[in-house]
């Protein structure tokens, strides 16, 4: 009784310890974009200030890094998205000839090193002299990204109740409507999920960007750029706010489901 009431306590202890680790570098992260700080750098609290929502946009640069990361992580998001949704739902319906190989590269790619990946795209746009920048970031995103969505709908496809679709062929309804009306709304949680998760990875992927970026610069190819002079509060400002959209679309999504159940 006494040891499970130990090993009871000691797994709550352990629970605790994970979140805290989980949560303190995003309290910090948050805390610091409140920091009356007066120097270069805003490692030390100096006061509580919101001055610095004010000047949210003051350091021309970093917005636009800012801008260029998030048009990437939409363009990502939507040609990922889209490719992707079309290659899971043909590996999770059909059988065809190359569907394992197909598989198998798609797996490969998700556990492929960030930096075999960034080193191997560099060498496929220098071989056939594609200049680096925006569109090159974009189409190592979408390369990167497009093997999760294809996994996440894949797994969605693979549980679909196919009867509702013969049911609606047997109702009169063509391929196209059947899929509008009856595929699509089933296979979306998964399309969504893939979708939101590409643009996740692509808006704070800094190794394949920083290999082949050109002359672009993102928002985490800022930040690293500036730790050697001093990153100001924007950065903790602008990380703030990203957190406050991820978090808020979780809880969106997470009641959507919840209405739906």
Not at 12 to 31: D, F
Not at 46 to 73: C, H, M, P, R
Not at 230 to 243: A, D, S
Request: charged content about 10%.
């Amino acid at each position: 009784m006494r040891q499970g009431l130990l090993r009871g306590r000691g797994l709550q202890i352990y629970t605790w310890l994970v979140i805290a680790w989980l949560v303190v570098p995003i309290a910090v992260m948050i805390l610091f974009g409140f920091n009356d700080t007066h120097g270069r750098y805003n490692t030390a609290w100096q006061g509580f200030t919101l001055k610095w929502y004010g000047k949210l946009f003051e350091i021309g640069d970093l917005t636009q890094a800012l801008v260029n990361s998030l048009l990437i992580a939409v363009l990502t998001m939507t040609i990922a998205g889209v490719l992707g949704s079309l290659i899971g739902l043909a590996l999770g319906r059909y059988r065809f000839r190359g569907s394992a190989t197909m598989n198998v590269v798609m797996f490969a790619a998700i556990s492929c090193a960030e930096i075999v990946m960034g080193a191997s795209l560099l060498s496929l746009f220098v071989t056939l002299a594609v200049p680096l920048g925006f569109w090159t970031i974009v189409i190592s995103h979408v390369m990167f990204s497009i093997s999760f969505v294809a996994v996440t709908v894949r797994a969605r496809v693979m549980t679909l109740d196919h009867s509702l679709e013969e049911a609606a062929r047997d109702l009169g309804a063509g391929t196209w409507t059947t899929f509008r009306l009856v595929t699509l709304p089933m296979i979306m949680p998964g399309v969504l999920a893939g979708s939101m998760l590409a643009f996740a990875l692509s808006i704070d992927d800094f190794v394949i960007t920083n290999f082949n970026a050109g002359g672009a610069v993102t928002f985490p190819l800022w930040i690293w750029g500036a730790t050697r002079v001093g990153i100001p509060p924007q950065v903790n400002v602008m990380g703030t706010l990203i957190f406050a959209v991820g978090v808020l679309i979780a809880v969106v999504n997470a009641l959507m489901a919840r209405r739906r159940n």
